[in-house]
């Protein structure tokens, strides 16, 4: 039987790399590998995974030194050989073996002001948004992210700066600025603008080649920008 | 844990290093250009001599050398700015090539000119 050498993180910030053979499938996703080793090898590996069909952002990974999300990598693609390095997302501490702690990556989605604040109540009429405005075209290419948090683990002023709000955040924030019903405009932009905010961003484009959803944070961002430096010439900052 | 370098293999992580290098670099020798514009103050002879001194042929690839970083940083800083203020279309790709293909163009006009 043809076997694939998968090398696994074992431990949490420290640890090591345990070797495991995985027998190869047609059309086996890293996911796949994955459950393997914990179902038929070793059961105390950590994974997290929950749909395993692209929609829940929850079995991100490191594969080969790529963030991926997991499920929907199929090992074809991605091994070297018949070798593949399974890794922990980096950027975000590791909770034991592939599972990160995503409590810093959500809690810097309410810091860039990630809630929708609504303008007007339930006792008003349907707002009606045109599908081809501008600012619906704007929102409707950021809002399809599903927080798998691959954008965050690749950039690397997260990396270099850890208060930075990061890719997924602003994406979210942006997306709220384009929400025309949403009544919070100044105070996220406002959010976004600090030394961790928008302005950090050195362009590396890493967010937007490795996101799994086609998102380009990187557009959002330079969005952001220019509606803050806007803002801040109309004096509304 | 940290990324390595195959989480940063991408064209426009490369680009970015591309403009950061030759901007580092160009940096360095504005002082010497400075310098050399500056020998002309002490008259026509001395700076006879040092444009003499550039006419030897590894100075003159040093020269190529410049100009192709500093048209790679000019074609470099172009994309920047476009991907910034113009709306995004999905072709900062084809924006990479051009900069590249335009920064190398340049250089080699340059040396063209020279042979």
Redesign the interface.
């Known amino acids: 039987m043809n076997m694939l050498q998968v090398s696994v993180w074992r431990g949490a910030a420290s640890g090591g790399y345990r070797a495991y053979d995985v027998p190869r499938e047609e059309s086996q996703s890293v996911l796949d590998v994955v459950t393997y080793i914990q179902r038929s090898i070793d059961p105390t590996l950590a994974y997290r995974f929950a749909c395993r069909v692209g929609m829940c952002g929850a079995c991100a990974m490191t594969v080969n030194g790529v963030a991926r999300w997991t499920c929907r990598t199929h090992v074809a693609k991605v091994a070297k050989g018949n070798a593949i390095q399974i890794a922990p997302l980096a950027n975000l501490p590791v909770v034991k073996d592939l599972v990160t702690d995503m409590r810093e990556f959500f809690d810097k989605w309410a810091r860039a002001r990630g809630q929708f604040a609504p303008r007007s109540t339930r006792k008003d009429d349907f707002a009606r948004v045109a599908s081809g405005s501008p600012e619906r075209v704007a929102a409707n290419a950021g809002i399809e992210c599903i927080g798998c948090a691959v954008c965050y683990a690749s950039c690397d002023v997260v990396s270099w700066n850890p208060d930075y709000l990061g890719p997924a955040a602003l994406n979210r924030a942006w997306t709220l600025v384009n929400d025309v019903r949403d009544g919070a405009r100044g105070e996220r932009l406002a959010a976004v603008a600090g030394d961790a905010g928008c302005h950090a961003c050195h362009t590396h484009l890493s967010c937007s080649e490795r996101c799994p959803k086609n998102i380009t944070p990187t557009a959002s961002i330079a969005g952001l920008k220019r509606a803050v430096a806007l803002a801040a010439w109309k004096g509304e900052l | ?8 293999n ?1 064209p ?2 490369w680009a ?1 290093l591309v403009h950061r290098l030759s901007g580092l670099a160009l940096s360095i020798f504005l002082p010497f250009h400075f310098w050399a514009l500056g020998q002309a103050l002490q008259g026509e002879a001395r700076l006879n001599t040092l444009l003499r001194w550039t006419e030897q042929p590894l100075v003159k690839f040093a020269e190529t050398m410049l100009v192709l970083l500093l048209a790679a940083h000019l074609t470099g800083g172009l994309r ?1 700015l476009a ?3 113009l709306p ?1 279309r ?1 072709w ?1 790709k084809s924006l990479l090539g051009w900069a590249a293909g335009a920064a190398l163009a340049a250089g080699l006009a340059f040396l063209l000119n020279l042979v």
Do not use: I, S
């Open positions: 844990m940290k990324n390595d370098y195959r989480a940063r991408h426009a992580w970015f920047l991907l910034e203020f995004w999905g900062q």
